[in-house]
């Protein structure tokens, strides 16, 4: 971490302890409150959960952190951080912060986000829509991206992109596998108990029934709600609000369809295998 850095994580620190400070006066106290953490594979809905864990803080003695998301690779090079430098990340929250990020489902990892101090969920989507929606990211919002300039420059057309987001970048010193690989280190966290899994579909379709099922999660790992319950589920709803998402471009559901070419959706198949009847999102090959 860089000078710069460092000055700017402290001003988020300053801004956290005010946070806290009122979050104290208006509930209590927040040490008994457990860190609530939005996990996702990128692209599925990041800031959406993160908008709805934020709900909570008119709710109990939760405070958004304010903390950078806790990420398993660095966005301006690609590279994979640390170990040691991804769980310093995790150990800087408090009781009773929200928090976010995309990490693997490493031993290590798993260990941190299931202790009993910790109510975490995890999100993910379509792989198809995730393909989409990434190279539109890539390609518009993220100019210092490690794949900006691929993408926005030598890629000549949407349909060279879409393909090259559905099968990686095999062979450069920087990882980026295929969308099977990239999904694979995050597959673990369905093994995890105490990981609240959600789809980013769900919130579109069953809105009502997923929120109730956050709010169990979040009070199951021993967050205080203060509201009654409808109360409680109705302000989680009123939370939600894509259109102030960065990222956020479309928000639909199967957008897919009208930018996959039959030659995509053949690459796709042999890429991906059976990943999309394992997530659950079809009953076989013929999509």
């Known amino acids: 971490m860089n000078s710069y850095q460092s000055?700017?994580?402290?001003?988020?620190?300053l801004?956290?302890?005010f946070r806290r400070t009122q979050a104290a006066l208006r509930f209590g106290s927040l040490e008994?409150?457990?860190i609530l953490f939005a996990n996702s594979f990128p692209k599925s809905g990041t800031h959406l959960l993160?908008?709805?864990l934020q709900g909570f803080i008119r709710l109990a003695p939760v405070v958004d952190s304010?903390?950078?998301a806790v990420v398993t690779f660095a966005g301006s090079t690609g590279q994979p951080r640390p170990l040691e430098a991804i769980l310093t990340d995790l150990h800087r929250f408090l009781p009773g912060d929200?928090?976010?990020g995309h990490l693997h489902a490493l031993p290590e990892l798993t260990a941190e986000l299931a202790n009993d101090r910790v109510c975490a969920f995890f999100i993910l989507r379509d792989p198809r829509d995730v393909v989409v929606s990434h190279v539109h990211y890539v390609t518009e919002m993220?100019?210092?991206?490690?794949h900006h300039h691929y993408y926005a420059h030598e890629l000549k057309s949407f349909d060279e992109r879409l393909t090259a987001s559905i099968v990686g970048?095999?062979?450069l010193a920087i990882p980026f596998p295929d969308i099977s690989g990239r999904f694979e280190p995050y597959l673990g966290w369905f093994d995890c108990s105490e990981v609240l899994i959600l789809r980013f579909e769900d919130f579109v379709f069953q809105r009502a029934a997923t929120l109730e099922r956050v709010l169990d999660h979040a009070q199951s790992r021993g967050l205080l709600v203060k509201p009654p319950r409808d109360e409680a589920l109705r302000l989680l709803g009123a939370s939600i609000n894509p259109e102030k998402s960065p990222t956020f471009r479309s928000g639909k559901i199967g957008k897919w369809r009208e930018s996959f070419s039959e030659a995509h959706r053949s690459t796709f198949k042999n890429i991906a295998g059976d990943l999309l009847t394992w997530l659950g999102y079809e009953d076989g090959d013929d999509w």
């Open 169 to 171: 970048r095999p062979g």
């Open 98 to 100: 929200i928090g976010y």
């Open 32 to 34: 008994n409150s457990p």
């Open 7 to 13: 000055v700017i994580l402290n001003l988020k620190l």
């Open 66 to 68: 304010g903390l950078p």
């Open 50 to 52: 993160t908008q709805v």
């Open 15 to 17: 801004r956290r302890a």
């Open 142 to 146: 993220a100019p210092h991206h490690v």
